[in-house]
């Protein structure tokens, strides 16, 4: 099993798995460093900052509207097609934070709010989302336990590499080549997966609700964009739009925790270093934070996942710090350096097991 010690992006053995004292100090670092946080007011609601980012997501999206409108049957709406894939990732964005109680206080009211947009906005169930997210959240990384390293089209784990056979196996071999590819139909997924959520036999609050708000979106604005654009222009208008939405989200989110360390089931880790070694910030200053709705700031989102998200950038100067003190590795990456690491991990993974004249040993050991 790839754990924290044999991952292959870093051999580091956390100071976080013996016994006794050491692991009550470990547990206390969290403790400190939380209440200098909120010593600090970092944890206090931004509303004033959340309704100007609701507003201004709000005039974007009636800009998009009036520009497929506006610009009649022409080509040129395929730009708008783009621009609409970048708006409703931005408002994706914005229903994440609610859902994490960075807007309102009251988890029922930001619930309500994170659902209304998911589903009416962007076409994706909360109850989905939230249930996947959550467990997401309490276990980064952790096999068997975080639902987004389990293997699909993409192996993240490489021990589940030993139960591909066939053409799979050769495919995934080349996955850090298809990876970015694949991306354009994490789209389609999204909104299939929400579907499936809400049609699906599995418990799901509020499915009615979620049913029909999803619905109003995914055939509203289909319908509104062939009646406009007619069938031909409109369906690669939906095509193109669905592309780069997925595109858009899974750039955001695959350089968050892809190819950072592994933690094995059942494997005792403190929350500090459970959150900290198995994400990866982004630099970029304002952009970056703009066009990744903060979740550049991927260490201290997990760290205190209800802060609002304009205060992680004055968190990061404190947590980079304590974690230096702390000799706790904290790993940060321009984008496109990121993306480097990922899909080089992405490769590795596949090609492990592919390759007969590997050492594992020295695979235990190389860097990303």
């Known amino acids: 099993m790839t754990t924290l010690a044999s991952s292959p992006v870093r051999r580091t053995e956390p100071r976080t798995t013996r016994a006794g004292g050491a692991e009550r100090s470990n547990a206390s670092s969290y403790t400190a460093l939380a209440q200098r946080i909120k010593a600090e007011g970092l944890l206090e609601r931004r509303h004033g900052w959340y309704a100007l980012r609701g507003a201004g997501l709000a005039l974007l ?98 021990d589940d590499m030993a139960s591909r056979h066939g053409l799979t196996r050769w495919l995934t071999a080349r996955q850090g080549y298809y990876f970015i590819p694949i991306l354009l139909l994490a789209g389609i997924d999204l909104h299939l997966s929400a579907l499936k959520a809400i049609a699906g036999p599995e418990p799901l609050q509020h499915r009615g609700q979620e049913g029909a708000l999803i619905a109003v979106r995914l055939l509203g604005f289909s319908a509104l964009v062939l009646l406009l654009l007619g069938p031909g222009i409109g369906t690669v208008f939906m095509a193109v739009q669905l592309a780069f939405f997925g595109l858009y989200m899974g750039g955001t989110f695959a350089p968050n925790h892809t190819g950072m360390r592994l933690i094995g089931h059942g494997q005792k880790v403190d929350y500090l270093r459970r959150q900290v070694l198995t994400s990866r910030n982004i630099s970029g200053g304002w952009l970056a934070a703009t066009l990744m709705g903060g979740l550049n700031y991927q260490i201290e989102h997990h760290l205190f996942p209800n802060m609002p998200s304009i205060n992680l950038k004055r968190t990061r100067v404190i947590v980079r710090g304590y974690c230096a003190d702390l000799g706790v590795d904290y790993e940060e990456h321009t984008f496109f350096g990121a993306w480097r690491i990922v899909l080089r991990y992405l490769h590795r993974v596949g090609v492990r097991h592919a390759d007969p004249f590997d050492c594992p040993a020295a695979l235990a050991f190389r860097t990303a």
């Open 61 to 158: 999206l009636g800009i998009g509207i009036a520009m497929l409108a506006l610009l009649g049957r022409t080509w040129w709406q395929l730009l708008v097609a783009v621009y609409f894939a970048f708006v409703f990732t931005q408002i994706a964005y914005l229903a994440h934070d609610s859902a994490h109680k960075q807007i309102f206080a009251s988890g029922p009211r930001g619930e309500v709010v994170s659902r209304v947009i998911s589903n009416l906005f962007v076409g994706l169930s909360y109850g989905w989302w939230m249930n996947k997210h959550t467990r997401h959240h309490a276990n980064p990384n952790t096999i068997g336990k975080d639902l987004d390293v389990l293997p699909g089209a993409v192996v993240f784990v490489p």
